[in-house]
């Protein structure tokens, strides 16, 4: 999963970056409106996390921006200000959720993947691929009889593929789905994480296409 976030503040970006980084997603942040539309122009996120106080414009104006330019990427707005104009405004122009700082990290992470849930289709928090069901709030996965809880970039794989089932998946495709900007991707890290997986489990819970990509297998009809 891959997360932008909008906001100004560093201090307050860098402790939403270390929080979702070790919640298991990819993190990516700006501080202008101009930023954020370059960064949503080339590059496919799960869910924006969106100050509405942006030095350059409002985070409502860009949010009006990206809907009106056809940008369906979900929203939640993260800002001081409590009113609720405010509030009716963003929803209105297209923010899934709205949530008023400060706020406790454990209630933005749930709100997070309430509003993933909800863009999905999902009524409840697991995800089920195939033989495979995970939990992104515990890193929960079940494969045939086996549960474990996976390391975050482990889990990062899997739900990256757990969410498109039957869909191949190439190498930069993942590496785009579990790391940030920041990091420097080995060129096996991705066969590494797959070892992993299997190990875990077993050969069958992802399949590999030779050349091609990996995938999860639907559920046979």
Do not use: C
């Amino acid at each position: 999963m891959r997360v932008l976030i909008v906001e100004d503040d560093p201090m307050i970006a860098r402790s939403l970056d270390r929080a979702l980084t070790e919640a298991g997603m990819a993190v990516d942040r700006v501080a202008t409106a101009a930023d954020a539309a370059a960064a949503l122009a080339i590059q496919e996120y799960s869910v924006v996390l969106l100050d509405l106080g942006l030095p350059d414009a409002s985070g409502v104006e860009l949010l009006r921006r990206l809907r009106a330019n056809g940008n369906d990427t979900p929203s939640l707005v993260i800002t001081a200000r409590d009113d609720v104009a405010m509030r009716v405004a963003a929803l209105d122009l297209g923010s899934d959720d709205y949530l008023v700082k400060p706020f406790h990290l454990d209630e933005l992470l749930a709100r997070i993947r309430a509003v993933l849930r909800r863009s999905q289709g999902r009524a409840t928090g697991t995800v089920v691929a195939g033989e495979i069901q995970l939990d992104p709030a515990t890193h929960e996965v079940s494969y045939r009889g086996t549960t474990a809880v996976l390391p975050a970039r482990e889990f990062a794989l899997l739900h990256a593929l757990a969410e498109r089932p039957g869909t191949i998946l190439s190498r930069h495709q993942l590496e785009t789905a579990i790391y940030d900007w920041g990091n420097e991707v080995e060129s096996n890290a991705v066969d590494v994480l797959i070892h992993y997986v299997r190990k875990r489990f077993d050969k069958d819970v992802i399949r590999n296409l030779r050349g091609i990509g990996w995938t999860i297998p639907k559920a046979p009809r």
